[in-house]
């Protein structure tokens, strides 16, 4: 079946610095959200991609989408301490199965 | 002011009971959610529904159960065959369709022992 997977699971960033966590599927997606779920907080959509190759930014954050629709990234620059918390892909197959990936929890430190 | 809530936010019972968690939204969205959240997993899909008097399972159905009677509200029972129950449950709704996002209630997190 799907599976959707994404690394690292933890990522430890200094304030100011770039970073990137990926996102991996096993088939091939017809979309993919991220999601960002602060601490104690619930997941909130960031945004979607729909296009093979696909690049959408939000400010200091640029979400892409793989040439063959399989994976997908998030690229945040300048990390601020506001970028706190678990960044969730969730990919979407062919037959409308939607899959949550893990997570990745980023901790910013000052 | 439009949301999705869930109550209680916390919810504490004995093994053996079976316990019912609320979710109510006034989006008029037709589809609805339930996921289960431990640590490091991520979300995982136990039910949804997405249209008023049906519902589907989802990955880990096994111990719950869920009724669809008002497009408002998707309660979900956690039944005392669900052998770890003790979890953190989100509640999410979403237009019908595959291409639009959930919105996501703040959750109750359920211990149970």
């Known amino acids: 079946g799907q599976q959707v997977m994404q690394i690292p699971q933890y990522q430890h960033v200094q304030e100011g610095e770039d970073f990137t966590t990926y996102c991996n599927s096993s088939t091939t997606l017809s979309n993919i959200q991220w999601y960002k779920q602060r601490p104690g907080g619930h997941p909130v959509f960031l945004i979607q991609?729909?296009?093979?190759?696909e690049v959408k930014k939000q400010k200091r954050l640029t979400f892409q989408f793989g040439e063959a629709k399989k994976n997908s990234s998030l690229h945040i620059t300048a990390t601020q301490t506001t970028d706190v918390g678990t960044y969730f892909c969730?990919?979407?197959?062919?037959?409308?199965?939607?899959?949550f990936g893990a997570g990745t929890q980023v901790v910013v430190t000052p | 002011d439009g949301g999705i809530t869930q109550s209680p936010k916390y919810l504490f019972r004995k093994e053996g009971q079976n316990v019912t968690l609320s979710c109510e939204q006034n989006l008029n969205h037709d589809a609805m959610y339930w996921y289960r959240q431990d640590p490091g997993q991520g979300l995982r899909l136990i039910y949804y529904?997405?249209?008023?008097?049906?519902?589907q399972k989802g990955d880990i159905a096994e111990g719950y159960s869920v009724s669809r009677e008002k497009k408002e509200s998707f309660p979900l029972t956690v039944t005392s065959a669900q052998k770890n129950p003790t979890a953190f449950y989100l509640c999410?709704?979403?237009?019908?369709?595959?291409?639009?996002?959930?919105?996501f209630g703040p959750g109750t997190r359920l211990t149970v022992t």
């Open positions: 991609l729909v296009k093979s190759g």
């Open positions: 529904s997405q249209i008023v008097n049906d519902f």
């Open positions: 969730a990919g979407r197959d062919s037959w409308g199965k939607f899959q």
């Open positions: 999410a709704s979403s237009i019908a369709g595959n291409s639009y996002e959930q919105y």
